[in-house]
Structures are given as structure tokens and as C-alpha cells.
């Protein structure tokens, strides 16, 4: 079974400056999507960025770009130019591509990042 | 382009009751999961619907149940309320043939007393 973990439970960075979550998540399958999704206290969850196993290519999405190291299987969000709307609870979470119409996410325990002003 | 709707946001239940949760998808999606996250955790998956069925299931016992309604819409239902099904119920849309991702609602707080 495929499990998925975020080792630091909160972080903390000031305003304008670069912070970087980890993840780590392990799994025998070779294909497969990792996600990082933001839970902001209104509890809705946002999708922050995508990642397929199968592009060597880091993504990026404007300040957020991940670290992707598949033979690691390490997934590290970092956020640049850190913002206080960035305060949230961040997941990491995995999908197979395998398991009928819709694979089903498996989330880390999540990271509580603050943003000091 | 409406998004995930749930209702409704809080919910108060006495242990034994039954609940029902409802979700509409974001438009133009035709699979509904539903998730359970505790406090202080990750959500957990409970199961997923597409074309009226149940296609996947997580860790969850008989009495938690679901349905899927034409429109794509989606009920979950828990029957025999326990204290330990207070959390947040979270359900999520996708496109069976589209991207990966799925898009959240804003969830549904349910406190079992």
C-alpha cells in the first residue's frame, strides 16, 4: 500500500522570504501523480500544483514549484516570495494511475505553515 | 463555472442517529469521493462514485453508505453514529477522462455527541 509522509508538522517563514515543505511518500508502482493541496482555515482544500511521475520537469505554478525526486520518492513544495495568504495547512498527497475510473488521494498528515510579518 | 457545493456546513448528531451529507459536483464532472479528516489529520478516503456506482472503497465500515444521482450529484450516509465519526467530511469532484486532480468543497463539519 502506498503511504505518504510530511515530517514537519508546522514551519514557519517571514514575509517575502522562501520556505520549502517536505514530503516523502512510498510506493511500487512507476507511474503515478503527486499533488500539494492547501487547507486555509476556511477548510476548503486547493489544489496548489501537479506533478506526473512520468515528466522529469519540475512544475511550477507562479511562486510554488516542487522538487521531484523520483528515486528518492521526495516531493518538496517550495514557496517563494512568501505571502500571509499563504498561512495555511499544506498536503501532500498521492494518486495512482492505476485502480479504475478515478484513483482515490492519499494525503500526508499535512504541514502548518505561518507567515510572520 | 460553480464549484463543489456541500450541505450542510455544521451538523449536530446524538450517538446511534443517522446523517446524510450531500455534494454537488463542480460542473461538468461526473465523479464524486468523499473523505473523512479528523482533526489535526489528513483526509482519509472513503469511497467514490461514477455512473451511479460505487467504484472504490476506502478502510470504512458498512455504515458508512453513499449514492449517486443522475445529475452526479452525490449523498453519503453514515447509520449508528459513533463519537469517532466527528470530523470534517470532505467530498471532491474529477472527470473520469480528464485531469487528475480533484477539486474540494468546503466540507461538512459533523459533531457526534
Known amino acids: 500500500a502506498q503511504t505518504v509522509t510530511q515530517s514537519q508538522p508546522e514551519m514557519s517563514v517571514q514575509e517575502a522570504e522562501t520556505v520549502t515543505l517536505s514530503c516523502t511518500y512510498d510506493?511500487?508502482?512507476?507511474?503515478?501523480?503527486l499533488f500539494w493541496y492547501k487547507q486555509p482555515p476556511s477548510r476548503q482544500m486547493i489544489l496548489v500544483i501537479r506533478?506526473?511521475?512520468?515528466?522529469?520537469q519540475n512544475a511550477t505554478e507562479n511562486r510554488f514549484s516542487v522538487n521531484f525526486q523520483k528515486a528518492a520518492k521526495s516531493f518538496s513544495l517550495k514557496i517563494s516570495d512568501s505571502q500571509l495568504g499563504d498561512a495555511a495547512m499544506y498536503f501532500c498527497a498521492y494518486r495512482s494511475v492505476r485502480g479504475g475510473s478515478q484513483g482515490n488521494l492519499i494525503f500526508g498528515k499535512g504541514t502548518k505553515l505561518s507567515v510572520k510579518p | 463555472d460553480a464549484g463543489v457545493t456541500q450541505s450542510p456546513t455544521h451538523l449536530i448528531k446524538t450517538r446511534g442517529q443517522q446523517v446524510t451529507l450531500r455534494c454537488s459536483p463542480k460542473s461538468g464532472h461526473d465523479t464524486v469521493s468523499w473523505y473523512q479528516q479528523a482533526l489535526g489529520q489528513g483526509p482519509q478516503f472513503i469511497f467514490q462514485y461514477y455512473e451511479e456506482e460505487e467504484r472504490q472503497r476506502g478502510n470504512f465500515p458498512d455504515r458508512f453508505s453513499g449514492h449517486q444521482f443522475p445529475n452526479y450529484s452525490s449523498e453519503l450516509n453514515v447509520n449508528a453514529l459513533l463519537l469517532g465519526d466527528s470530523a470534517l467530511y470532505l467530498c471532491a469532484s474529477s472527470l473520469v477522462l480528464g485531469l487528475p486532480e480533484q477539486y474540494f468543497g468546503p466540507g461538512t463539519r459533523l459533531t457526534v455527541t
Open positions: 506533478q506526473e511521475a512520468y515528466k522529469q
Open positions: 510506493t511500487s508502482e512507476s507511474d503515478y501523480y
